[in-house]
């Protein structure tokens, strides 16, 4: 048995005394972030998942990642009530167990998917549908955003995809990755900014043994090593001058020339560059070079800021709390959300995502609450001058107020908010308080 061959994500003390006796090596992931770092390092032909039915679409998404493993599920039985856990069952999964968990016919299944894991080609692997892979949200700009991916599964033009920080441009990058060329070509990124200048080229085209002081092998660059798949440029911007010079030449001729080497070599490579600057501000001031901006930029994407899709902020915090709580059963005080709605945003979701973590790692009951989250500072909530959300924050908290105030007696709310009770329910149904 190969070490760690068996991934147990969500592990419970059942599972733990059913496989410890057993020939497998184990490797334990308490939540999905932490498999997902697994998976990303580790040959894990098996999967066992706790299927917690909060982390469905989490859970979707990280086997949309993964498909060409074995992911089998254990559950309690009740649960398989739900559609859409028998649905994520049935999609994603090659077995599942109830709780209480049969030593037997557990341990039959796991030797069983072993031998199919290991007689399975990878190229034979069903595919998931597209629809379970990374962005989520429901607002108009990112609706708007998949349709344009979509439009571009079967493209390999060179995509240059703008946004603020923060806003998820490597995963646009990798839904236009996996549309072209689903889990078999390589996926390779680049912080263009966070290489040392005297290394860029080294990093990029590889160089032979020899080329300089240090240089102690052969090394290949990472435009080869994306040869047959995807090359991401991430912070392309930063390049300095003379470099973007050299990508050009690649870009135009897809040949590389290794330092130290006089010998090119052809690479088949798609090209996806994101940057957060104002691109055509730079290209006007000198620090960008035009030509280079027009190879990049032949089809031009957008990531939203958060505060743009104010709609998707509390979906997103579900399902990053989902990702992090562990076993913790969390969630978030209608305060906190109101909070988290009402805020700006200034880091996107990569903000939303620290805030959540250290939220679920310091809160001290079962609630999150928005001093958790460091929102408590009503000031800082409307930093942003949305006078839309500032108002729908305090119609959401007027409500509360007086439901809690007057439980079970509608028509008293409405007279104390002066409103009619057809308003009064459309208010309700709007902030999610029937």
């Known amino acids: 048995m190969p070490e760690e061959a068996l991934l147990i994500i969500n592990p419970c003390a059942a599972l733990e ?15 999905l972030s932490v498999a997902e770092e697994k998976l990303r390092h580790g040959d894990f032909p098996l999967i066992l998942v706790a299927i917690d039915p909060l982390q469905n679409e989490a859970l979707r998404a990280l086997i949309a990642q993964h498909p060409n493993r074995l992911w089998i599920g254990l559950v309690d039985r009740e649960l398989l009530a739900c559609e859409k856990l028998r649905s994520l069952l049935a999609a994603c999964f090659h077995d599942f167990h109830t709780f209480p968990l049969d030593a037997a016919r557990l341990c ?3 030797g069983h998917a072993l031998g199919m894991a290991r007689l399975i080609d990878e190229r034979q692997r069903p595919k998931l549908p597209a629809k379970l892979r990374l962005i989520q949200g429901n607002s108009e700009a990112i609706i708007q955003l998949r349709e344009q991916i979509t439009r571009l599964q079967h493209s390999r033009l060179p995509v240059l995809v703008t946004g603020p920080s923060g806003t998820g441009k ?7 990755h996996y549309g072209t060329f689903g889990e078999e070509g390589p996926f390779v990124a680049v912080n263009c900014g966070a290489m040392p200048h005297q290394l860029i080229q080294s990093e990029l085209f590889g160089h032979v043994k020899g080329a300089f002081t240090g240089a102690q092998a052969h090394k290949i660059g990472k435009i080869e090593a994306a040869d047959g798949g995807t090359l991401f440029l991430d912070e392309v911007g930063e390049l300095p001058l003379e470099d973007q010079v050299t990508l050009l030449r690649f870009l135009q001729e897809q040949c590389i020339e290794m330092v130290g080497s006089h010998a090119s070599r052809s690479v088949d490579v798609r090209v996806i560059a994101a940057t957060n600057i104002d691109v055509e501000q730079a290209v006007a001031q000198g620090r960008f070079r035009e030509d280079l901006y027009y190879r990049l930029n032949v089809v031009r994407l957008r990531t939203p800021a958060l505060r ?3 709609n998707d902020v509390q979906l997103l915090a579900n399902e990053i709390l989902a990702e992090v709580r562990g076993s913790r059963p969390l969630t978030f005080s209608h305060q906190a959300r109101q909070a988290m709605q009402a805020y700006g945003w200034p880091g996107n979701v990569r903000e939303l995502r620290n805030r959540v973590q250290r939220a679920a790692v310091m809160c001290a009951g079962p609630c999150i609450e928005a001093q958790d989250l460091e929102l408590s ?3 800082s909530l409307l930093f942003d001058g949305s006078l839309k959300a500032v108002r ?3 119609e959401r ?3 509360e107020r007086t439901l809690a105030r007057f439980p079970d007696r509608l028509e008293e709310v409405a007279r104390q908010l002066a409103i009619s009770r057809a308003t009064l329910y459309r208010l309700l149904d709007k902030h999610n308080l029937l």
Request: hydrophobic fraction near 40%; charge should be neutral; charged fraction near 30%.
């Open 392 to 394: 729908e924050a305090a």
């Open 308 to 310: 743009d899709r104010r």
């Open 397 to 399: 908290q007027a409500l």
């Open 108 to 110: 039959h299944s796991l």
């Open 170 to 176: 490597e995963l646009v990058a990798r839904e236009l």
């Open 17 to 31: 005394t059913l496989l410890t006796q057993g020939e497998w090596r184990l490797s334990r992931a308490r939540s």
């Open 377 to 379: 500072n009503s000031e």
